[in-house]
């Protein structure tokens, strides 16, 4: 069974930085994607960025720049470094990967961004 577990959350001032952790147990050995995902409440979540198995990474343009997806192979680990963080950058991250036709999720934790 695939589980994750983010870590890494907390309160930032705007500005600063925090790196983000997804521990990944189980047997994903045919993954093709994993993700970071932020949901805010009232709305649904949205894609942050993208890493496939080839390494390519792929931001969406409002953290491009700012955001770092990089991962691991021993343990399984998937990370956003966030910098220059700002107040709309608050939210709950979760981490993703695809398995074949299925994506696993976290649990997700939360990210608040002081002005």
């Known amino acids: 069974q695939v589980q994750l577990v983010e870590s890494g959350g907390g309160l930032v001032q705007a500005g600063g930085s925090l790196r983000l952790s997804c521990a990944i147990s189980g047997n994903i050995f045919s993954w093709t994607s994993m993700a970071w995902h932020r949901q805010v409440p009232g709305e649904q979540r949205k894609l942050l960025a993208a890493i496939g198995a080839s390494g390519i990474a792929n931001y969406v343009g409002s953290v491009r720049g700012r955001f770092t997806i990089s991962r691991d192979d021993a343990p399984n680990t998937l990370y956003l470094q966030m910098n220059s963080l700002k107040p709309e950058d608050t939210g709950v991250y979760y981490c993703?990967?695809?398995?074949?036709?299925?994506?696993?999720w976290g649990q997700g934790t939360q990210v608040t961004v002081s002005s």
């Open positions: 993703t990967v695809r398995v074949g036709s299925r994506s696993y």
